[in-house]
């Protein structure tokens, strides 16, 4: 190279990338991860708002890229897209049903949390879960990424799971394995392993997909104690399934 780099190109390009990693993440998280200072990084942010790359979230604070982010890469896979149209529609859904929901893309042997409604939530189970990892083998939203991908993508999810070092994915056998596939694609929805803690609430998680493929899951999460009727279950089914098809369709409007 008989130049120096420009620098405040290669610090764009790390907030950038460190924003595209995250999911959702705060001045400070991209401080830790790129040293760079925290002044520069929201000069940089703000930057990369006003070139439509990135957005702040209204209620956390945080930031997410944008599906312009497509333009620099074909190796762009959809979920900034998809979560930028799910987060109004699980707004609209928290508004109506008052339990909170969650948005989550794929991440090796697990999904991550990268929206939530928590915040807006009255009788929210949990306080926080932003960037939680939820195992594919026990986890709700997990499961409905794991039960409804393509047969292909499920075998080479399996082998990873049993290299997995989270119990909730190695120890499942091949025939606990098989049977958790079958009954959640017969239900048309997945929930989560009642065994498994915290046993005061469930979640109820459907697949947002694209043909056969898996962009992201949206879940539900609720107190069992509150739900004891089926007619309540079948309330929060019928709102997710209703939900997820509106943002299926929003996907497929050009």
Known sequence: MTFAPVQAVTKALAVLATVNQGGLVSVKEIHSRTGIPKPTVVRLLQTLI????????????????????????SGFHGAPKVIEV????????????LWPCAICTLDIDAVVINYSTIPDSPISP???????????????????????????????????????????????????????????????????????????????????????????TFGVTYFRSALRGNQNRKTIIEALRETVAAIEAQLQTP
């Open 50 to 73: 006003a070139a439509g790359y990135v957005n702040q979230d209204e209620k956390t604070r945080g930031y997410h890229v944008t599906s312009a982010i497509a333009n620099l890469s």
């Open 86 to 97: 799910a987060r109004s529609f699980a707004d609209r859904l928290t508004k109506e049903i």
């Open 126 to 216: 949990f306080h926080a879960s932003l960037g939680r990892r939820l195992s594919l083998g026990g986890r709700a939203l997990g499961r409905a990424y794991l039960c409804f991908c393509p047969p292909e993508e499920q075998r080479i999810l399996r082998d990873v799971m049993r290299a997995s070092k989270d119990p909730e994915n190695s120890q499942i056998s091949d025939s606990t394995f098989e049977r958790m596939i079958s009954r959640t694609r017969a239900k048309g929805f997945a929930e989560r392993n009642p065994e498994l803690e915290p046993r005061s609430s469930g979640t109820i998680a459907f697949p947002i997909r694209s043909g056969e493929r898996v962009l992201a």
